[in-house]
Antibody, heavy 128, light 110 residues
Framework: EVQLVESGGGLVQPGESLRLSCAAS????????MHWVRQAPGKGLVWVSR????????SYADSVKGRFTISRDNAKNTLYLQMNSLRVEDTAVYYC?????????????????????WGKGTTVTVSS | QSALTQPRSVSGSPGQSVTISCTGT?????????VSWYQQHPGKAPKLMIY???KRPSGVPDRFSGSKSGNTASLTISGLQAEDEGDYYC??????????FGGGTKLTVL
């Protein structure tokens, strides 16, 4: 069964750090782009970050750029989100999600920037 | 990176059709055919309903369809059923390897 399981959430104070993990199973993790998406209480989905299958390229939303770092360990089938200098407005459920790929006419894998498998999320609360 | 614009709420009776719009700019929705739609029930993770503007993943009923015209994408749900009630989010590639979501639409089945 294809599965993503997030962990690492918790209650922290403003300015502190937290590292989220997302354990993948049931598919070849190293072949897929991966995303982090968050949802503040009672609010909508907000994209946070994306990483290439080999971890060499990353992208971020402006709201977290310079504070959050996405990474992955393909040997451990695990995605990470290192969150530094946390703010009250970072309070949210954080989801990891898989971005499926297909092969283009040249035989290169490419992503269409959507998410077909989601984890159940982990809750991060930033409060003094 | 402002969110794509969706109506806050829509409603319809069982059996009817509803359409949810998602308006962006030429830098996101209008510039790429990378629009996707997600359904979310309370307390649950989002579920992919449409990708690449109009493609349906296996297992999603053909009552769900997607389209795009200019900077506006649309999700149409025909033959509304009670289980369709929930929140719906559009999503688009926004250039520079970034993604943007809409603000979400609450669908009520009357």
């Amino acid at each position: 069964e294809v599965q993503l399981v997030e962990s690492g959430g918790g209650l922290v104070q403003p300015g502190e750090s937290l590292r989220l993990s997302c354990a993948a199973s049931g598919f070849t993790f190293s072949s897929y782009w991966m995303h982090w998406v968050r949802q503040a209480p009672g609010k909508g989905l907000v994209w946070v970050s994306r990483i290439y299958p080999d971890g060499t390229r990353t992208s971020y939303a402006d709201s977290v750029k310079g504070r959050f770092t996405i990474s992955r360990d393909n040997a451990k089938n695990t995605l990470y989100l290192q969150m530094n200098s946390l703010r009250v407005e970072d309070t949210a459920v954080y989801y990891c999600a898989r971005d499926p790929y297909h092969y283009d006419s040249s035989g290169n894998p490419r992503s269409d920037y959507y998410m077909d498998v989601w984890g159940k999320g982990t809750t991060v609360t930033v409060s003094s | 990176q402002s969110a794509l614009t969706q109506p806050r709420s829509v409603s319809g009776s069982p059996g009817q059709s509803v359409t949810i719009s998602c308006t962006g700019t030429s830098s996101d929705v209008g510039g790429y055919n990378y629009v996707s739609w997600y359904q979310q029930h309370p307390g649950k993770a989002p579920k992919l309903m449409i990708y690449d503007v109009s493609k349906r993943p296996s297992g999603v009923p053909d009552r769900f369809s997607g389209s795009k015209s200019g900077n506006t994408a649309s999700l149409t749900i025909s033959g509304l059923q009670a289980e369709d009630e929930g929140d719906y989010y559009c999503c688009s590639y926004a250039g520079s390897y970034t993604v943007i979501f809409g603000g979400g639409t609450k669908l009520t089945v009357l």
